[in-house]
Every structure is written in structure tokens, then in C-alpha cells.
């Protein structure tokens, strides 16, 4: 059986000729191959990027600073679960500030939720002894008069009734 020759290629050199080349070359015999000349500008050497700097003192400020607010984080959450109701003694519609019971609809009133003659009121007397105590004067309709002036200026006008003959 005869041998089939190997593909090649032509290909013009740096110096202008034809050569031939093997479409698939045998491993070459020099441990690392020469690229040519035009070739050089392609591979070279990657410049090595500037080695990155020490922390500044800026930042090592803001890690102080942050690790001076997170510190305090665990006195925070303590004196939230202390404000909490433990659920052993959770009583539903039970007043923690007075101690009596209600029903759903005297409960809401009790705590100031509903509305009666216009004005909205708090009937439960603990917190307004400790307003009192703290020399704070609360009315709770303050606020509600400013929302109240607001509704009644976007409200639109009445429409005209058709009359029929």
C-alpha cells in the first residue's frame, strides 16, 4: 500500500517565498518554538499589575467606627427582649398598664383605637398618669385636626342634578 502524502499548505515568508507547510506539523523538536519576528509584538510579556497597597489609615478609621457601633448591638437587642411580654404571661386583651380585661371592641377604645364625637381619645388611665409624671402634655386629635383640614380641601365638587320636564 502506498502512502498518501501529508497535507501542506502554502504560506509566504517574512522574505517574500512560498513555503510549504504541514496542515498537520510533527511535534517539534526544541523544547519552546521562535515565533516570528512580525509575531513578537503579540506575545509579549504581560506588565505586571501594581501590587495593591496596605489598608489606609482612612479605612482602618471606618473599620473602628463600625466596629464601635456594632458593639453595641448585643445591649440594644437585651433591652428589647427585656421590653418584650414573656409568652408564659401574655394575656390576650389584657391591659399591662392598668390590669383589667376587655372584650376585642372595649379593648381597641380602651387603648385609643376608635372614634367617638369627632375626636379620637385615650381612656386608659396608666399611660396618661405617666404622661402626667413626665410633665408631658399628649392629645392624640392634634395631628388627626391637620389630616382632617387636608381631606376637606381635595374634596370634589357636587354634581349637577339633571332636571326633567
Known amino acids: 500500500m502506498d502512502q498518501l502524502p501529508i497535507p501542506t ?25 521562535e515565533p516570528w519576528e512580525w509575531f513578537i ?10 501590587e495593591t497597597k496596605d489598608p489606609s489609615f482612612e479605612q482602618e478609621a471606618e473599620q473602628a467606627i463600625e466596629d464601635a457601633i456594632y458593639s453595641h448591638l448585643p445591649e440594644a437587642f437585651a433591652e428589647f427582649k427585656s421590653k418584650r411580654v414573656p409568652s408564659a404571661e401574655f394575656i390576650p ?17 380602651h387603648l385609643g383605637a376608635s372614634r367617638e364625637r369627632g375626636k379620637y381619645r385615650l381612656t386608659c388611665k396608666g399611660p396618661q398618669k405617666l404622661l ?10 392634634i395631628v388627626e385636626d ?3 383640614s387636608d381631606d376637606t380641601d381635595a374634596r370634589p ?4 342634578r339633571r332636571i326633567e320636564a
Not at 132 to 141: E, F
Not at 157 to 160: I, L, N, P, S, Y
Open 41 to 50: 509584538s503579540q506575545f509579549e510579556e504581560p506588565k505586571a499589575e501594581p
Open 146 to 148: 391637620e389630616v382632617e
Open 132 to 141: 402626667q409624671d413626665a410633665g408631658v402634655t399628649w392629645d392624640p386629635n
Open 157 to 160: 365638587a357636587e354634581k349637577k
Open 93 to 109: 386583651l389584657h391591659c399591662r398598664l392598668c390590669g383589667k380585661k376587655f372584650s376585642l371592641g372595649s379593648f381597641r377604645r
Open 9 to 33: 499548505i502554502y504560506i509566504t515568508s517574512p522574505t517574500g517565498d512560498r513555503v510549504p507547510v504541514l496542515v498537520f506539523p510533527f511535534p517539534g523538536q526544541a523544547p519552546e518554538v
